[in-house]
């Protein structure tokens, strides 16, 4: 059973910057796909971003795609999220997840950590 814990998040004023990072341990993940995804009060579990194991493909949401980057650090079985020019939208629990297929919905993703707060003052 694999283990995910994030950290990085926190208060940020808007346009400013956080990085989110999630270490995984109980498995090496280096050959899995890892996501991010947030959740804002009253809404659903919602897709940021998402980085293969084999190529290191990334995919990303509209809402984020040019401010925010993901990567990974196989030899630290970490996964990372750059977040830039941050705004008052971008404001939800993170969440970061392993899946075994490529795919942006969070049935795709069965393991799970519990998430880290961002809150982006305006």
């Known amino acids: 059973q694999v283990q995910l814990v994030e950290s990085g998040g926190g208060l940020v004023q808007a346009g400013g910057s956080l990085r989110l990072s999630c270490a995984a341990s109980?498995?090496?993940?280096?050959?899995?796909?890892m996501g991010w995804f947030r959740q804002a009060p009253g809404k659903g579990r919602e897709f940021v971003a998402r980085?293969?194991?084999?190529?290191?493909?990334?995919n990303y949401a509209d809402s984020v795609k040019g401010r925010f980057t993901i990567s990974r650090d196989n030899a630290k079985n970490t996964v990372y999220l750059q977040m830039n020019s941050l705004k008052p939208e971008d404001t939800a629990v993170y969440y970061c997840?392993?899946?075994?297929?490529?795919?942006?919905?969070?049935?795709?993703?069965?393991?799970w950590g519990q998430g880290t707060q961002v809150t982006v003052s305006s």
């Open positions: 980085i293969t194991g084999s190529y290191g493909t990334t």
């Open positions: 997840a392993v899946g075994f297929t490529i795919g942006n919905m969070p049935s795709d993703y069965p393991h």
């Open positions: 109980g498995r090496t993940v280096s050959s899995y796909v």
